[in-house]
């Protein structure tokens, strides 16, 4: 039987190279994102859907996961990074824009999968180093991913036969890293962290998406390590 897995946020970036790595390893995928994933071979069956359109999501989720039982794993990865200000700069619109695409919408995709009836082994909720370093700049991105930890604690009480992590990917070279390595668009010397980004590009240290995703899918088995909710960085897994 093929083993199956749920993907959010995979027509770009880390989601996609999930996507591909997974359909490399023979699983049939489902795959939820605003632009949709139609570019690879293999056992794909994939929806668009704004995922900050909450009334959209269930008939979405009800259409792409229609007669599934089984789900060995889901991977809520969609999510937007906010503009690189200080809070004081950062308006409650501009805030709450990051919070309902990065915590809010995880939040009705849950809530569909807790009630769905559908058997899941594992979820993972792809977090961010930001949600515990709390750098100047990362504003409204560090308070999303921190309030998807705590989410995810939360949930871990209501899936008991579900293991739910928050997992920190590391860096990877995606479109985010455009902006955040263009000195027109940040600067260094007043967001001092996005010195480490820029000395990581185009070195081991910043993969590509599709080998980013190849170590979160190694890592995820493992994670059922720990105790479900729990908060876990990749870069770290495996050192205590």
């Known amino acids: 039987m093929s083993r199956t897995v749920l993907i959010t946020g995979n027509s770009s970036g880390l989601g996609h190279g999930l996507t591909e790595v997974y359909l490399d390893k023979g699983w049939e995928v489902y795959g939820v994102s605003r632009r949709g994933c139609t570019d690879l071979p293999g056992k794909l069956k994939d929806i668009r859907c704004d995922l900050t ?3 959209a999501v269930p008939l979405a989720l009800e259409t792409l996961l229609m007669g599934i039982g089984h789900l060995d794993v889901v991977i809520l990865n969609a999510g937007i990074l906010c503009k690189m200000q200080d809070m ?3 308006s409650l619109a501009d ?3 990051v919070m309902d695409a990065n915590v809010w919408s995880n939040k009705v995709l ?4 807790l009630k769905s009836g559908i058997r899941i082994d594992q979820i993972v909720l792809i977090s961010s ?3 515990i370093n709390g750098n100047r700049g990362w504003g ?3 308070l999303s991913k921190a309030t998807l930890n705590m989410l995810t604690q939360l949930y871990a009480h209501e899936f008991p036969h579900t293991h739910l992590a928050a997992l920190a990917p590391g860096l990877v070279d995606t479109a985010m890293q455009d902006v955040l390595c263009d000195p027109a668009q940040v600067d260094e010397q007043q967001f001092p962290s996005v010195a480490k980004l820029r000395a990581a590009r185009e070195t081991p240290a910043m ?3 599709r080998d980013a995703g190849q170590l979160i899918a190694d890592a995820i088995p493992g994670l059922k390590q720990l105790p479900s909710g729990s908060f876990a960085d ?3 897994l495996g050192q205590n």
């Open 53 to 55: 359109d909450y009334e």
């Open 88 to 90: 004081a700069d950062s």
């Open 95 to 97: 805030i709450q824009q």
């Open 110 to 113: 849950l809530d569909w999968l």
């Open 129 to 131: 180093g930001a949600s």
């Open 140 to 142: 409204a991105y560090a």
């Open 207 to 209: 993969p590509k998406p």
């Open 234 to 236: 990749i870069r770290t």
